[in-house]
């Protein structure tokens, strides 16, 4: 079945580092991927989100491209800040009636 | 615009008790899924429902239950709590078609059972 594997945590960065979580997928075709982010206390939220290979998806400094070569889905970002601490999920469509497919999340703690 | 609005957001159970967590939008999405999130575990699929009146299992269905009855409201049933069933569970829903499949979050309901 459909499965995503993403870099254990907690992944601890000084202030504007550069961050990179990676992420890869098992898949049949070529589903939607997405970075959802989770802040302390609260629910999911989208952060950005590729439907093909090679798009590129971004939003608030973050980045990831879509590589179906590698199956892979890294979220970058150049400059980190302590706002961005917080739990980060790949995941990509597939499951129940089309539903998403989530990987274990990666701890990110972003010192000042 | 509340989008997924789940209740309570805080629980605890003795156990064997039984509870329902209810989750409700406003977006008129027909898809809705039923999430519990472990430590280090992700997020795994309970229930899912495409539409009122249809509902099915996910990946870790025992020892709960749903119904979809309307378009808006999913709630999900604990009938007998065990300790396994300590968690955050999040309700999610998104539009039907074949879109993006991006999925709109409640802000989650923390179980613990004693």
């Known amino acids: 079945g459909d499965s995503v594997t993403q870099m254990e945590g907690p992944v601890t960065l000084s202030e504007e580092a550069f961050l990179t979580i990676n992420c890869t997928y098992t898949a049949t075709g070529y589903p939607s991927l997405f970075w959802y982010v989770q802040y302390p206390g609260e629910g999911l939220q989208l952060l950005l989100k590729a439907t093909k290979a090679d798009d590129k998806g971004s939003n608030k400094g973050f980045e990831a491209t879509y590589r179906k070569e590698t199956t892979s889905f890294h979220l970058e970002k150049g400059s980190v800040q302590v706002s961005d601490s917080a739990v980060y999920f790949c995941?990509?469509?597939?499951?129940?009636?089309?539903?998403?497919?989530f990987g274990k999340g990666t701890h990110l703690i972003i010192q000042p | 615009n509340a989008g997924v609005t789940q209740t309570p957001k805080f629980r605890i159970l003795k156990i064997g008790q039984s509870m329902t967590l209810q989750c409700t939008q406003d977006?008129?999405?027909?898809?809705m899924y039923w999430y519990r999130q472990d430590p280090g575990m992700g997020l795994k699929l309970i229930y899912y429902?495409?539409?009122?009146?249809?509902?099915d299992k996910g990946e870790v269905p025992n020892g709960y239950n749903v119904s979809r009855s309307t378009t808006e409201d999913f709630p999900l049933r604990l009938e007998l709590a065990a300790p396994s069933q300590t968690s955050v569970y999040f309700c999610a829903s998104r539009e039907p078609g074949h879109g993006t499949g991006e999925l709109f979050f409640g802000e989650g309901s923390r179980l613990t059972v004693l």
């Open positions: 429902s495409v539409g009122a009146g249809i509902t």
């Open positions: 995941a990509l469509r597939g499951g129940g009636a089309d539903g998403l497919t």
């Open positions: 977006m008129n999405h027909n898809y």
